[in-house]
């Protein structure tokens, strides 16, 4: 196989090579280290890979019928723990943490096949939409490097989106699967809340808001690895009863004639949205009207501010909470030299949460939930922009020495009742490139984002569809049309699919 026949592929083809005995595994893993080693220098995605330990497995891998049995894969540097491999969350703190066992996530792509070749970049505690970790440094984008590919799971949608893999690990707690898929071009799916697996020792991520899936070039491969992914465990929080006609089986079938469907390009937080990103929209939603479904504009009924400001009270007091325990590991206080700018500022700011208002952010998520749930009876899909622009330049969300003083000093000086709005002010330059995402997390259903437009920059930007909790085949299904339709985009004009 030639490397650019490797990088045309997605992770289901490669998986029919392999069982057909086309290709052998250690000749996917060759192609796929070939591949890092000429992108990662430039878009530093990779923070650590374990070549020679793969290479070694991939020689004697037996071929067995796992549905990508000798596919390479990466998976994220948070919550995607491999058996004594490095998992640091982009932390320096825990720079030297080494995995003592394979989660139950990586353990379930460790029996569909998959061969683990490290790592990709992610900023500190997953908490941002950009991935410049002061670790690593900055992950650029594939489509041009002058740009982020978002994040959290950046240092994956590069990986994929640069053809090392077909397919990454990724996670979604704010949107990072979506925001990155918008950025890069990619398939980025946030599964039902409790759909795939969590542990051991965890039941929930974030309170439910965050969710372990993937990032991948295709329809096909995404509603693959929620077959091999989906669920029901004992000891989660929250379980979600399993699809059992298969996505895969059920993609292709035809949704009903006349669908009813909302949109809206309007932020929910009131930030600006580009004429791009409202193109994107408005192109989809045309070609609906022209398929026979009824298409409104119509937002959401949700308080999008009030909303935000509940999840970073649930950013704020989880922070704390990961900080009190790493201070119990390291048997010292911490300060703000161990730690970046976001996660110090939240740990402050969640001294001051107390469990009335931790309770009464987590109610307002239900609140949201029921009404998303009402909406939906009324709408199958609902369609916003993934981002309200295409992707910011590196450096352009990070702040400044300076900045970050300001920051500090507010906080330092803010009374407790003050802390969450300097919270809302750091993240607001950040939230007004993503303002679209967060609200399927705390809602818990499933939200997709498709790649359908590109801008005369050479820049993707995703739409993003959401449906009612349960129904990731329904929007597995609209997708699998829209991949057939002029409207796809995906790699198209990316320079390493050239």
């Known amino acids: 196989m030639q490397l650019n026949e490797y990088k045309k592929c997605d992770a289901t083809e490669l998986a029919k090579l392999v069982q057909r005995k086309e290709v052998q595994p250690s000749e996917l893993v060759d192609l796929a280290f070939r591949q890092l080693h000429h992108v990662n220098p430039e878009l530093n995605m990779i923070t650590h890979y374990r070549e020679e330990a793969v290479k070694k497995e991939a020689s004697h891998f037996p071929i067995r019928d796992a549905a990508f049995s000798g596919v390479p894969i990466l998976m994220k540097n948070v919550s995607q723990s491999i058996e004594g491999e490095k998992l640091t969350s982009g932390s320096q703190l825990l720079q030297e943490q080494v995995a003592k066992h394979d989660n139950y996530f990586v353990k379930k792509f460790r ?38 590919p978002g994040g959290s799971s950046g240092g994956a949608a590069a990986a994929v989106a640069s053809g090392v893999v077909p397919m ?21 799916l946030k599964p039902t809340r409790g759909r795939t697996p969590v542990g051991p020792g965890v039941g929930r991520q974030w309170q439910g808001a965050s969710i372990n899936f993937v990032l991948s070039k295709t329809v096909r491969d995404s509603a693959a690895m929620l077959d091999q992914l989906q ?99 390291f048997g010292k206080e911490l300060t703000k030299k161990d730690m970046e700018l976001e996660s110090w500022l939240l740990h402050q700011a969640g001294q001051s949460v107390s469990a009335a208002d931790y309770s009464n952010s987590l109610a307002s998520w239900d609140l949201a939930a029921e009404k998303m749930a009402n909406f939906h009876q009324s709408y199958d899909f609902y369609i916003t922009p993934a981002s309200a622009s295409a992707a910011p330049k590196i450096g352009e969300l990070t702040y400044s020495e300076q900045s970050e003083m300001k920051f500090l000093d507010r906080m330092t000086a803010a009374k407790p009742n003050e802390k969450q709005a300097i919270i809302y002010d750091m993240f607001l330059p950040s939230l007004t490139y993503t303002p679209f995402t967060q609200l399927a997390n705390l809602t818990g259903q499933p939200a997709i984002s498709l790649p359908l437009y590109v801008t005369e920059q050479g820049l993707p930007i995703g739409v993003q569809i959401m449906a009612n909790k349960g129904e990731e085949h329904r929007l597995l299904q609209l997708s699998y049309q829209m991949e057939q339709t002029a409207l796809w985009q995906g790699m198209h004009g990316n320079p390493y699919f050239s």
């Open 168 to 188: 990454a690990g990724a996670s979604d707690g704010g949107g990072s699967i979506r925001i990155p898929a918008s950025f890069t071009g990619l398939v980025g």
């Open 231 to 329: 669920v029901v465990e004992a000891h989660a929080a929250f379980q979600t009863p399993l699809f059992e006609k298969g996505y895969t089986a059920t993609m292709s079938e035809t949704l009903p004639k006349q669908l009813r469907i909302a949109f809206s390009t309007v932020s929910p937080v009131g930030t600006p949205v580009s004429e791009d990103a409202k193109k994107a929209v408005l192109q989809l939603v045309h070609y609906l009207e022209k398929e026979g479904h009824i298409v409104e504009e119509q937002a959401a009924p949700i308080d999008g501010v009030q909303l935000m400001k509940d999840y970073y009270i649930m950013n704020s007091g989880e922070m704390n909470a990961t900080v009190q325990s790493l201070e119990a590991a």
């Open 111 to 148: 029996d569909a096949g998959f061969l683990f070749m490290g790592h990709t970049n992610t900023p500190e505690f997953a908490l941002k939409n950009i991935t410049e970790p002061k670790l690593y440094g900055p992950t650029r984008n594939p489509w041009n490097p002058a740009y982020s």
